[in-house]
Nanobody, 127 residues
Framework: QVQPVESGGGLVQAGGSLRLSCKVS????????MGWFRQAPGKEREFVAG????????YSTDSLKDRFTISRDNTRTTVYLQMNSLTPEDTAVYYC????????????????????WGQGTQVTVSS
């Protein structure tokens, strides 16, 4: 069973930083494209960033790419989301997701493409 487990969420002031981690206990890890999504209260779950085994990445917007960085450690089967310059608009539950697509697959942005989901970690940014 592929079960992503997120950690690293919390409360931070505007302008601060957080690093989320997502551990996936699966071998081999190579064939899984990993994504981060977020869901704010009253809103739909949205794509934030994704990365494949070969470290090709995708971000939802250029502005988000300027502040967030997704990375993965294939040895540790862990994906990270470094978030800088946080604003209250970044407040949401952040979910890690995995898609079995192959190591060089293009990173999908649709949530339906991801079969395995973590429980989510809350990120709250105070003004």
């Amino acid at each position: 069973q592929v079960q992503p487990v997120e950690s690293g969420g919390g409360l931070v002031q505007a302008g601060g930083s957080l690093r989320l981690s997502c551990k996936v206990s699966v071998r081999p890890f190579d064939n899984y494209v990993m994504g981060w999504f977020r869901q704010a209260p009253g809103k739909e779950r949205e794509f934030v960033a994704g990365i494949n085994w070969s470290h090709q990445t995708a971000y939802s917007t250029d502005s988000l790419k300027d502040r967030f960085t997704i990375s993965r450690d294939n040895t540790r089967t862990t994906v990270y989301l470094q978030m800088n310059s946080l604003t209250p608009e970044d407040t949401a539950v952040y979910y890690c997701a995995a898609a079995y697509l192959g190591g060089f697959a293009q990173v999908p942005r649709r949530r339906e493409e991801y079969k395995y989901w973590g429980q989510g970690t809350q990120v709250t940014v105070s003004s």
